[in-house]
């Protein structure tokens, strides 16, 4: 079956330390897309990708580093730098082209202490 | 930049039906969504509408579209508590390829 796969599912980090998040996508999708959600927030765009080795910045890029080495992966960094990283972290995928829905992973819920 | 609004909490009871409301700012609009998120869960998307449209039906779901007043609205018939979720508007604007969401509506359904 086609889809996004994020892992892991829950991840705990110490404060300070650089975390990094996987996200494959097996739909030949060319664009990708990292939101942050925090409860009463919404989902807020944190980088996206609509081509390989290509990457804009979200409205909350601050703090975080992405790569698009490969079609199907989207890795994001979260950084000693991002100054409250705890939030539940959603990958998405679409075809090429605006007006494209998005399709959605499971989410990675990320604990900093 | 674009702004889209929608109320946070609604609660119906098992059977009746459930209307979902958001508005958005930019008058740009070309595509409008709605998603559905079960907790613990990514967004499922569940219908869309393009800007030229002012219903659309999908089995259970029936979304409106009011351009002048940039309103817009899903109705579930027959709710049931497996539609217990937070659902999310979300558009994009012409030339856009990023969406832009709603805080999400938390929809409640008691037996």
């Known amino acids: 079956d086609g889809g996004i796969t994020q892992s892991p599912k829950y991840l705990f980090r110490k404060e300070g330390q650089n975390v990094t998040l996987s996200c494959e996508q097996n739909l030949n999708h060319d664009a990708m897309y990292w939101y942050r959600q925090d409860p009463g927030q919404g989902l807020r765009l944190i980088y996206y990708s609509q081509i390989v080795n290509d990457f804009q910045k979200g409205d909350i890029a601050e703090g975080y580093s992405v790569s698009r080495e490969k079609k199907e992966s989207f890795p994001l960094t979260v950084t000693s730098a991002q100054k409250n990283p705890t939030a539940f972290y959603l990958c998405?995928?679409?075809?090429?082209?605006?007006?494209?829905?998005?399709?959605f992973g499971n989410g990675t819920r990320l604990t900093v202490t | 930049g674009e702004d889209v609004e929608q109320s946070l909490f609604l609660s119906v009871r098992e059977g009746d039906s459930s209307v979902i409301n958001c508005t958005y700012t930019?008058?740009?609009?070309?595509?409008l969504y709605w998603y559905k998120q079960e907790p613990g869960a990514g967004l499922q998307l569940l219908t869309y509408?393009?800007?030229?449209?002012d219903m659309k039906q999908d089995q259970r779901l029936t979304v409106l579209l009011n351009k002048k007043d940039k309103h817009l609205s899903l109705r579930i018939a027959d709710t049931q508590t497996g539609d217990s979720a937070i659902y999310f508007c979300?558009?994009?604007?012409?030339?856009?390829?990023?969406?832009?969401f709603g805080k999400g509506t938390m929809l409640l359904v008691s037996p």
């Open positions: 998405a995928s679409s075809t090429k082209g605006a007006n494209s829905p998005l399709h």
């Open positions: 979300a558009d994009t604007l012409s030339g856009y390829s990023t969406l832009t």
């Open positions: 509408i393009f800007s030229n449209m």
């Open positions: 930019d008058s740009s609009s070309t595509y």
